[in-house]
């Protein structure tokens, strides 16, 4: 619905307008008062309205000075003038500040109407216009950023190449100096939409340009480095705004410098790993640490060699030395990423290699620790490392001992396939595979599928079937031969596994005992 400002001195005017204009135009529009100028403003501030009917000669701010700064208000409302004053000079005033219509008063019913019903086909005109410009302009700026994108990361193409594909795409405003800054914000599953709408005065007047890198952060070409300073300010101020680190490059002369100016602020927005906070962090301060170090290459061998060990103690202490924080905050943060790096080959990525990655939760922590990143400071990607290689020494251990269990399971098995005929008991076996008996009992159940008792008896019974069909051995004999103590026992398990007697079990096969 429409919203249709009334701005008249005189109640009576506001609402004999108001109440034709509604027996006229039922559900069209949502209707507003003033009794002034001043109070018309005001409205005109806090909401935006289609069409304007005001008289001109008012106490305070008159109708020519309502008009005249209406006339500088983006997506000013289409005006109609009423006036008991039919003067050239105030017409003259009107169409100077592009009044729809200038009617007299006494009002004329239909004369109104009609020029309300102008306004509004003026107003949707104006509206189908705007659209298709703002649809061009949208278009333009997605190409250019579209563009940008590619720019930034061709450092493979000659500076020339590059300067004039920014001329063709509608960057050469920036061809007289201009900065990049790489944006991040502090939250997984964030959209840059909303900075997208913040920025977005500033990318309309050409002042920047942006584009969501191929890591999810903004990347942003600007005029000047201290307009970063503004949008950090600006941003901060709204109303859940999320806080921001960002890269800036140094400030660069010439176009085809771009992708240069673009690794920079990457190089430079990776720093906020060393800082207490978000905030900005230049090139030219990250590189004032020092980048020569010592790869901790012994630290991290030690750590890979202990792994499903146990040694718990030992291997935070290991984690505290790689991570020992006047190390960390002295070197660029080329250091972090050999610590990283290390890691992931030496001990992650080898305990995968040799132990398999069955485990769903092992490999969702390998893909956060994996990378410091993800993370907003080094002490969280400390933790997350710390808390993983903890889980992967657990793991590793459950790993081989499983391992280990299935081997002797398999020694357990292979034994009593040999001695089943014996008198045989679960305790000669454990002590065979050299296994604390409970322990065996449940690992052996665990491995089998079933108890020691049961297993047997199994086994024992399809020897019997066996021998029953392919001996004429008696049954008592076969008994005995698959290691029952007496016939009575030997048929009461045969009957309790098979349903039937041994007896009745050769007679299937045509054989009489």
């Known amino acids: 619905m429409r919203k249709l400002l009334i701005v008249d001195d005189e109640r009576n005017i506001r609402l004999g307008l108001k109440a034709m204009l509604e027996r006229q135009f039922p559900d069209r529009y949502e209707l507003l008062f003033a009794a002034d100028g001043a109070e018309a403003l005001e409205l005109l501030a806090s909401s935006t309205i289609d069409i304007m009917i005001t008289d001109i000669r008012m106490p305070g701010v008159d109708g020519l000075e309502l008009i005249r700064r209406t006339a500088k208000l983006e997506g000013r409302p289409e005006t109609i003038i009423l006036s008991g004053f039919d003067d050239f000079h105030y017409a003259k005033e009107a169409i100077r500040y592009g009044v729809n219509e200038y ?124 307009q970063i300073t503004r949008i950090m300010q600006e941003w901060s101020g709204k109303p859940g705004g999320k806080e921001l680190s960002v890269g800036v490059s140094t400030h660069m002369e010439r176009l085809g410098l771009l992708p240069v100016a673009y690794a920079e602020a990457k190089h430079a927005l990776k720093h906020r790993l060393l800082q207490a906070q978000p905030g900005i962090i230049r090139y030219e301060d990250a590189e004032r640490l020092e980048h020569v170090f010592e ?107 499983a391992h280990l269990a299935h081997k002797e399971m398999r020694k357990a098995v292979e034994y009593i396939e040999a001695h089943y005929a014996d008198d045989l008991n679960m305790a000669m076996v454990s002590n065979h595979v050299s296994l604390n008996y409970s322990y065996f009992s449940e690992t052996f159940k665990a491995y089998t599928g079933e108890s020691f008792v049961v297993y047997l008896k199994k086994l024992r019974i399809a020897k019997a079937k066996e021998l029953l069909q392919a001996t004429g051995a008696k049954v008592y004999e076969i008994g005995e031969q698959v290691g029952f103590e007496n016939v009575k026992q030997f048929n009461r398990v045969f009957r309790e596994l098979e349903g039937i007697s041994a007896t009745e079990y050769r007679r299937k096969f045509g054989l009489e005992e």
């Open 103 to 226: 009617m007299l008063k006494p009002i004329v019913r239909e004369e109104l109407f009609q020029a309300v019903e102008r306004a509004e086909q003026e107003r949707v005109s104006k509206e189908r216009v705007d659209g298709q410009l703002h649809a061009v302009e949208r278009l333009s700026a997605a190409l250019r950023s579209a563009q940008l994108g590619y720019l930034l990361m061709s450092a493979d193409l000659a500076e020339e190449e590059i300067e004039l594909k920014c001329r063709e795409n509608g960057l050469s405003v920036f061809e007289n100096g201009f900065t990049v800054a790489v944006l991040r914000v502090a939250e997984d599953g964030f959209t840059w939409h909303g900075l997208e709408q913040a920025l977005s005065e500033r990318i309309r007047d050409g002042g920047a340009c942006g584009v969501v890198d191929k890591d999810g952060h903004f990347a942003l070409l600007l005029k000047h480095e201290e």
């Open 295 to 401: 790869a901790p290459v012994e630290t991290v061998r030690k750590l890979a060699n202990m792994l499903g060990t146990g040694r718990e103690a030992e291997m935070k202490q290991l984690l505290e030395e790689l991570f020992d924080r006047k190390r960390v905050s002295r070197f660029d943060i080329g250091y972090v990423e050999s610590v990283s790096r290390l890691l992931n080959e030496r001990v992650f990525d080898e305990a995968f290699r040799q132990y398999g990655e069955e485990s769903v939760e092992i490999i969702r922590m390998y893909k956060r620790a994996g990378d410091p990143f993800r993370f907003e400071t080094v002490a969280d990607y400390a933790r997350a490392v710390d808390t993983f290689v903890f889980k992967l020494d657990d793991y590793i251990r459950n790993v081989k001992s």
